[in-house]
């Protein structure tokens, strides 16, 4: 166990609707990265935040967004779901920002967009 | 960044060792090399990171060349429970300062009985 949680563990959309995803760090871990994995493919990385700032951004649109609290906790949000958002989306904790800085992950929200 | 080639699955009998290389011929200075192990429906799981030469834990040994240009992930007599997804990542922080992980395919490990 990685002491990274996610909720929901499923969850189904239609297109057009809005979706929230959380994630509970590990206590400490001042560094939250989100990934999305379509069916097949390696994890890619949608954003990371640092002490609730975000802290990188890898090639998604802005209606995924995001939010991390001071008590570990953190959100994925996407606005205007299309069938290609379907997928399992992963969070990851880390100590900080350092390369060395292993990241724990969540095991996921498999997400379902109709 | 340096991309990184794996074998896209490979299969072995239990018992044995298992050798997964990986190419990173654009590796930079300041790159680490990392391996991830992934199972069906859950998140990765880090296995092992190195530098240079050998690295070697409960679970695993890294092997990297003197040139780092590639790495050899090698998983001692597995078992049907070593069968999942393993990634090999290189990277550094990056201009955005940001730790971010970039994965490719991996390679699928299948262990036959």
């Known amino acids: 166990e990685t002491g990274v949680t996610q909720s929901p563990t499923h969850l189904i959309k239609t297109r057009g609707q809005q979706v929230t995803l959380r994630c509970s760090s590990q206590s400490g871990h001042n560094t939250v990265s989100w990934y999305q994995q379509a069916l097949g493919q390696g994890p890619q990385f949608i954003f990371q935040y640092y002490r609730e700032e975000e802290n990188g951004r890898g090639n998604f649109p802005p209606r995924f967004s995001g939010l991390q609290f001071p008590n570990y906790s953190s959100e994925l949000n996407v606005n205007a779901l299309e069938l290609d958002d379907s997928a399992l989306y992963l969070c990851?904790?880390?100590?900080?920002?350092?390369?060395?800085?292993?990241?724990?992950f969540g095991p996921g929200t498999r997400l379902t967009v109709l | 960044l340096a991309k990184t080639t794996q074998p896209i699955s490979m299969d072995s009998y239990e018992g044995q060792e298992v050798n997964i290389t990986c190419s990173h011929n654009n590796i930079a200075t300041n790159d680490y090399i990392t391996w991830y192990q992934q199972f069906p429906s859950q998140g990765p799981r880090f296995i092992i990171q190195g530098y240079k030469t050998k690295v070697t834990n409960e679970v695993a040994s890294l092997f990297i060349p003197a040139d780092r240009k590639s790495s050899t992930l090698s998983l001692p007599r597995v078992s049907l429970s070593d069968t999942a997804v393993y990634y090999c990542?290189?990277?550094?922080?990056?201009?955005?300062?940001?730790?971010?992980?970039?994965f490719g395919t991996g390679t699928r490990l299948t262990v036959i009985p």
């Open positions: 990542l290189v990277g550094d922080i990056g201009q955005t300062g940001a730790n971010n992980l970039f």
């Open positions: 990851a904790s880390s100590l900080a920002v350092a390369s060395t800085d292993t990241q724990y």
